[in-house]
């Protein structure tokens, strides 16, 4: 299953602390060091989109801390940095203030997101002539702390959309080498499923209903992968009643959603066309006047090559 929203809380490695020593030597005085830096955290985007997935077993994350300080001023080793791998396309987000930190684009992308803490200075940094033998020492400083939303958003050439058994997974399945579930009932497509063809990524996400965007249906956990892909292929059942009603129901919850989406170039398919004669495939595309219309069939070479041709 994919993964594509969970909620973490990072922090930045404590600061190792410092330490109270004296030389063995008759006045050799504090020698106590300075305890190390804790680690940073970063992230690390990755060409798995199923990253996200480790974040389900653990919620919480944090650097290796620095070590104490020694003897005769040795200063404690610094702690390691934690690099945590996370999806292209992924947003990290502030969950306190609810502030975009920054998005994942490019594969091998590395963004630091949280310091470390610094050490705690040791009983040598605080003699001085009126206290000559401190006996205290300075504990190590917590490193940065934050509680994180990374939202995974698909970037994918085409975005595969419609309403429930639209032919979406069919469809997906026949140009590519996906294995998308498919059934004759809504909502076989329970999370995005991807497919490749000729270095071509298309997404397709599960089905809409009127109401998706207020949070109705399975459609506002998945409306959000439409934002990054180019063109969007809009699937219409060439069985339905009234296909120009499916096409507005559709086009109103991605506008709700978010208005960029309906400026995305768009590709109308109507789908299953085996199913139905040569006469009312002509009289549907006639409905969407002005508008990019193919008729195809999982079981039709012939309109399956015109689809690929348009990939």
Do not use: W
Not at 54 to 64: G, I, L, V
Not at 211 to 238: M, P, Y
Not at 251 to 266: A, D, I, S, T, V
């Amino acid at each position: 299953m994919l993964i594509d929203e969970v909620e973490i809380e990072v922090r930045g490695g404590k600061g190792g602390n410092g330490v109270v020593s004296f030389g063995k030597m008759a006045h050799s005085g504090p020698d106590g060091g300075n305890g190390g830096v804790g680690g940073d955290v970063y992230f690390k985007a990755v060409s798995d989109l199923t990253a996200l997935n480790q974040f389900t077993a653990k919620y919480d994350f944090e650097a290796e801390s620095g070590n104490p300080g020694g003897k005769n001023k040795r200063t404690g080793k610094d702690g390691g940095d934690l690099t945590l791998m996370i999806p292209v396309g992924t947003s990290v987000i502030d969950n306190i203030s609810g502030k975009l930190l920054f998005e994942m684009t490019l594969k091998d992308q590395i963004e630091f997101i949280a310091k470390g803490g610094i050490g705690g200075k040791g009983n040598y940094e605080f003699r001085g002539p009126t206290n000559t033998t401190p006996k205290y020492a300075q504990p190590g400083i917590p490193g940065d702390k934050l509680q994180l939303k990374l939202i995974l958003k698909l970037i994918a050439n085409f975005g595969i959309v419609g309403l429930p058994n639209a032919g979406k997974s069919s469809l997906l399945n026949e140009l590519t080498a996906a294995h998308a579930k498919i059934a004759n009932y809504p909502f076989t497509t329970l999370s995005p499923n991807l497919g490749v063809y000729k270095n071509k990524v298309l997404a397709d996400i599960p089905g809409l209903i009127e109401g998706a965007s207020l949070g109705k249906g399975l459609g506002i956990s998945f409306l959000k992968h439409i934002e990054k892909v180019t063109t969007i292929l809009h699937c219409i059942s060439s069985e339905s009643e009234n296909p120009k009603d499916d096409y507005k129901s559709v086009r109103n919850e991605l506008g709700k959603y978010n208005n960029n989406l309906l400026e995305k170039e768009e590709v109308i398919l109507l789908t299953k066309s085996d199913l139905v004669d040569s006469k009312t495939i002509y009289k549907i595309k006639k409905q969407f006047k002005g508008k990019k219309v193919n008729s195809v069939s999982i079981y039709d070479f012939d309109s399956l090559e015109a689809l690929k041709n348009i990939l």
